[in-house]
C-alpha cells in the first residue's frame, strides 16, 4: 500500500485531495530523505530531471537563482579536499541539489534552513572535474532556475619542479631589460607558466622544438610594477580541458626594479668586528622613511626581505650560526610600496675567512 501511494503521488494530482497529497509528499520527503526519494522515484517511471526541468519552467521568475562557488578557491590538486558552496539570500527550509554536466541525476542534495548547501568532496579525483550548477526547491516543490557554471580545474603533480634563474641579476634598473629562465626536466614537450606574487598569473608559452628544455620570460623596459617574487613550473599537453599533468613549481626569485633615489640606505654590521664561524650577525638597514620594505642581496642575489612596520625606518637581518658559506658582499635596497624607489649600498662580510 504504501508503495502505491507513491506511484499515486508520482504520477497523478487531484485537486480534491490537494491537502492529503501535500501532507504525503512532506511525510515521504523527511521519512526517506531526498536522496531516497529520488532513487525510488526513478525506479517507479518518475524521471526526476525532467519533474525538476518542470518545475524551474513553472517557477522562473518567481524565485532568485542561486550563486555557485569552490572553496578553496585557488588551484586544486589531485587528492586535495574541496567544497561546492551553492547559496541564495534568504533562509527558509529548502533542498539544495548539485548537478554536474553529463549526469541524468542529481549528485547531492541538502535539506536545511540556511541559505546555503555545502557539497564536499573529500578527495578530488580525475572523475570529478567538469562543469558543475546548482538550484533549489522549496517543501511546495517550487523549484529555482540553475546557477551559474562552475567549472572544476584539476592539476596532478606528476613532474620535478623546474630550476629558475635571473639574467642578468635580480637587481635592475628602471628602463632596463631583465629575462627569468625556466629549465625543465623529465618531459620533451611542454607549456611553461610563470607567475608572479604566487597567485597572478602573468603569461603561458608553448615550446615548439621538442628538444628545448629551457623557456626564457623576457622583460623589456621594465617598470617599477615588474618588481615581485616570480616562480614558473611547466605542464605537459593535455586532452581534457579541465585536467592537467604538471610540475611542481620552481624555488623563488625577487625582482627588485630599482630608481635613482638620492638618499642611500644606512647598512650596519653587529659586531663590527670580524665574526667566527658559529657566532650570530645581524645586518641592520636603515633608510629615510617609515613604511619601507628592505631587500637584502649577496652577490646581486636576494636572500632575505623585510618590513619595517608602521613608526619604523629600519629593519634587522640576523644570521645564525655563521659559517665561511656566509662570507661575501652583501647589499641592502629599500622601496616604499606607493612609489616603488630604491637605493643601495655596500658592506663587506668576513672577507677574512
Same mark, same amino acid.
Given at each position: 500500500m504504501r508503495l502505491s501511494c507513491i506511484v499515486l503521488f508520482l504520477g497523478s494530482y487531484h485537486p480534491v485531495?490537494?491537502? @492529503?497529497? !501535500?501532507?504525503?509528499?512532506?511525510?515521504? @520527503?523527511? !521519512?526517506?530523505?531526498?536522496?531516497?526519494?529520488?532513487?525510488?522515484?526513478?525506479n517507479l517511471g518518475f524521471y526526476f530531471p525532467g519533474w525538476l526541468a518542470k518545475q524551474q519552467t513553472l517557477s522562473r521568475g518567481q524565485l532568485r537563482k542561486p550563486t555557485i562557488s569552490l572553496r578553496p578557491n585557488h588551484e586544486i590538486f589531485l587528492g586535495e579536499q574541496l567544497s561546492i558552496y551553492c547559496r541564495i539570500p534568504h533562509r527558509g527550509r529548502k533542498t539544495f541539489y548539485l548537478q554536474k554536466e553529463g549526469n541524468q541525476q542529481a549528485l547531492n542534495m541538502r535539506v536545511n534552513w540556511l541559505n546555503?548547501?555545502?557539497?564536499?568532496?573529500?578527495s578530488a579525483q580525475k572523475t570529478d572535474v567538469g562543469k558543475y550548477w546548482c538550484g533549489y526547491c522549496f517543501a511546495t516543490y517550487d523549484c529555482s532556475s540553475v546557477s551559474d557554471v562552475l567549472y572544476l580545474n584539476l592539476t596532478e603533480v606528476a613532474y620535478p619542479k623546474p630550476s629558475i634563474s635571473v639574467n642578468p641579476s635580480e637587481v635592475v634598473t628602471h628602463g632596463e631589460s631583465v629575462s627569468i629562465h625556466c629549465k625543465k626536466e623529465g618531459l620533451q614537450t611542454a607549456n611553461f607558466t610563470l607567475q608572479k606574487n604566487l597567485y597572478k598569473l602573468l603569461d603561458t608559452y608553448k615550446t615548439i622544438e621538442t628538444k628545448m628544455d629551457e623557456n626564457k620570460f623576457p622583460m623589456t623596459k621594465v617598470e617599477y610594477k615588474d618588481a615581485g617574487i616570480y616562480r614558473c613550473r611547466y605542464c605537459s599537453q593535455s586532452e581534457s580541458t579541465f585536467y592537467q599533468r604538471c610540475s611542481n613549481y620552481s624555488d623563488q626569485v625577487y625582482i627588485n626594479v630599482t630608481g635613482y633615489w638620492s638618499s642611500k640606505p644606512f647598512i650596519q654590521l653587529t659586531p663590527s668586528e670580524e665574526s667566527s664561524p658559529g657566532s650570530n650577525v645581524t645586518i641592520e638597514c636603515q633608510g629615510p622613511y617609515n613604511g619601507l620594505t628592505f631587500l637584502l642581496l649577496k652577490s646581486n642575489q636576494v636572500t632575505a626581505s623585510k618590513e619595517t612596520g608602521q613608526g619604523r625606518n629600519s629593519a634587522k637581518f640576523h644570521l645564525s650560526r655563521v659559517t665561511s658559506g656566509d662570507a661575501g658582499n652583501y647589499t641592502c635596497h629599500y622601496y616604499l610600496e606607493?612609489?616603488?624607489?630604491?637605493?643601495?649600498?655596500?658592506?663587506?662580510?668576513?672577507?677574512c675567512f
Open positions: 485531495n490537494e491537502n @492529503r497529497n !501535500q501532507r504525503q509528499k512532506e511525510s515521504i @520527503r523527511d !521519512q526517506l530523505g531526498f536522496q531516497m526519494f529520488n532513487y525510488f522515484a526513478a546555503e548547501g555545502i557539497f564536499t568532496i573529500f606607493q612609489m616603488n624607489f630604491s637605493g643601495q649600498c655596500q658592506v663587506t662580510l668576513w672577507s
